[in-house]
């Protein structure tokens, strides 16, 4: 009961439910490439919404009959009940609170006052957005009621995951395999960028796997300005498989000059390696001494 009541009051305070009443905000989520966020694009979009009925203006009454005064709350919408000592009043029961009562309902609402549209707009995404924004489009929510104004639109922006790029803000990341051999010779490669476009990486010479190279503006544009991220390919050097025969002669060969059990991390080919190696020498001898 006093739920009800205190729930009422508040109602009141806000036009209450026979006034004018503004219509709800809707959330549309919108799934991006990671393309549609470099270039930006003009996306349509549909959705469902509740609009006020053409058919009867949104009074839920039949087109030329009108609304009737409500017998029980006389206009009022609400009602007074005497429970002991307390008078409590409530939302009319009979009008729902409109104080007024409808005798002929519109066929095409159903005396609701609304229907269902599909809607379709026009969406202008701009360069650079990401995840979790938010693109607000005032009065392209629900319908409001009894005249009010109708809600907003937010548009929810999402972005499906990229089979090269992974992205951290205006940052992009490639992982991008490399030979052996031209990982430890140095070089040039060609890798992707999200424009469209390639461009060479130099590769020093000895490059390690997890070593980044840094690509100056390849990255993805920063809203609201003319600046670019950069882009970072990160070097995964890639262990050579189905040898012939003399190609594993030719690593044989070189595994033999190879001077990786050196105790001079720095003059070894493999100070990693080397380095662990005595690493675990000192260890041992610690051990048993």
């Not at 990341?173 to 040039?188: D, H, I, S």
Request: hydrophobic share 30%.
């Amino acid at each position: 009961i006093f739920e009800d009541m205190f729930g009422d009051v508040m109602g009141r305070g806000s036009g209450g439910r026979g006034g004018p009443r503004r219509g709800s905000d809707i959330q549309y989520t919108l799934e991006l490439t990671l393309e549609d966020a470099y270039h930006g694009k003009e996306a349509q979009i549909e959705y469902p919404v509740h609009q006020s009925c053409e058919s009867c203006n949104g009074t839920g009454a039949e087109p030329g009959t009108g609304t009737e005064t409500c017998p029980s709350c006389h206009g009022a919408g609400r009602v007074r009940m005497q429970q002991g000592f307390f008078t409590i009043e409530r939302t009319c029961p009979t009008c729902h609170g409109a104080g007024q009562i409808i005798r002929d309902p519109c066929k095409a609402c159903g005396g609701e006052g609304m229907t269902v549209k599909e809607k379709n707009l026009k969406i202008k995404i701009p360069p650079g957005v990401d995840t979790g924004r938010r693109i607000r489009l005032s009065g392209e929510g629900e319908g409001g009621m009894k005249g009010g104004a109708s809600g907003d639109l937010y548009v929810l922006l999402t972005l499906k995951p990229h089979k090269i790029f992974h992205r951290q803000d205006s940052s992009l990341y490639a992982r991008v395999p490399v030979q052996m051999t031209k990982a430890a010779l140095g070089g040039e490669i060609e890798v992707p960028t999200i424009d469209g476009k390639t461009a060479l990486v130099k590769i020093p010479e000895g490059t390690q796997t997890g070593q980044k190279v840094r690509l100056k503006g390849k990255g993805m544009p920063i809203m609201r300005t003319d600046n670019f991220g950069d882009m970072y390919v990160e070097v995964q050097v890639e262990t050579p498989v189905n040898l012939s025969r003399e190609q594993k002669d030719l690593l044989k060969k070189l595994d033999d000059t190879m001077s990786g059990e050196k105790s001079d991390d720095e003059n070894s080919n493999s100070p990693m390696a080397s380095g662990f190696v005595r690493r675990m020498k000192e260890l041992w001898d610690d051990l048993t001494e």
